[in-house]
T-cell receptor, first 115, second 117 residues
Framework: DTGVSQDPRHKITKRGQNVTFRCDPI?????LYWYRQTLGQGPEFLTY????????KSRLLSDRFSAERPKGSFSTLEIQRTEQGDSAMYLC?????????????FGPGTRLLVL | AQKVTQAQTEISVVEKEDVTLDCVYE???????LFWYKQPPSGELVFLIR??????QNEISGRYSWNFQKSTSSFNFTITASQVVDSAVYFC??????????????FGSGTQLTVLP
């Protein structure tokens, strides 16, 4: 089984620039999540996709954030006009169906640093 | 609202000692799942275990064991004969059935475990 992959692993950008991250879930998983993790904290939920439909969005997901999953496979998370407070680890997770589908499997994350 | 508390921010033990990581949760749901994840320095969250709210049986997997007690809303994790490779941040997490199909995870703030040689 190929796990969840994320690209890039690291991103350094200047305040005000736009950035885009990609997540490829486990191939048979139809559910996909984005989380954000700041230093010393646990991950916090951002948004959820079931197939291509974005069904849940957290209040943390400001207007500058947008996520897509156009064909129900990979997903992208874009941050527009980045701010220093956006510096964090962005984690993607996926899960499948049935009892085993209750478990979310995480990718390696994208570390974002906004200067 | 759901909440997960990991009161131990950092724990340091010497190799071969046993160590218990505490997790206390709050939920109004009767149906929920509890999880433990390990996050080594590389950053990837590694799934360790899942328990549902109807299964209070303790579980043992090698040097790892978990104690789930609904009466005290706790889901504690014990590592027996700790090893240096166990050094990581450990997260406890909760998902509720009332959150619909999303079942997003609510995480605690994590416990940094350092095992010294």
């Amino acid at each position: 089984d190929t796990g969840v992959s994320q690209d890039p692993r690291h991103k350094i950008t200047k305040r005000g620039q736009n950035v885009t991250f990609r997540c490829d879930p486990i191939s048979e998983h139809n559910r996909l999540y984005w989380y954000r993790q700041t230093l010393g904290q646990g991950p916090e939920f951002l948004t959820y996709f079931q197939n291509e439909a974005q069904l849940e969005k957290s209040r943390l997901l400001s207007d500058r954030f947008s996520a897509e999953r156009p064909k129900g496979s990979f997903s992208t998370l874009e941050i527009q006009r980045t701010e220093q407070g956006d510096s964090a680890m962005y984690l993607c997770a996926s899960r499948g169906l049935g009892e085993r589908g209750e478990t979310q499997y995480f990718g390696p994350g994208t570390r974002l640093l906004v200067l | 609202a759901q909440k997960v508390t990991q009161a131990q921010t950092e724990i340091s033990v010497v190799e071969k000692e046993d160590v218990t990581l505490d997790c206390v949760y709050e939920t109004r749901d009767t149906t929920y799942y509890l999880f433990w994840y390990k996050q080594p320095p590389s950053g990837e969250l590694v799934f360790l275990i899942r328990r549902n709210s109807f299964d209070e049986q303790n579980e043992i997997s090698g040097r790892y064991s978990w104690n789930f007690q609904k009466s005290t809303s706790s889901f504690n994790f014990t590592i027996t004969a700790s090893q240096v490779v166990d050094s990581a941040v450990y997260f406890c997490a909760l998902s509720e059935f009332s959150s619909g199909s999303a079942r997003q995870l609510t995480f605690g703030s994590g416990t940094q475990l350092t095992v010294l040689p």
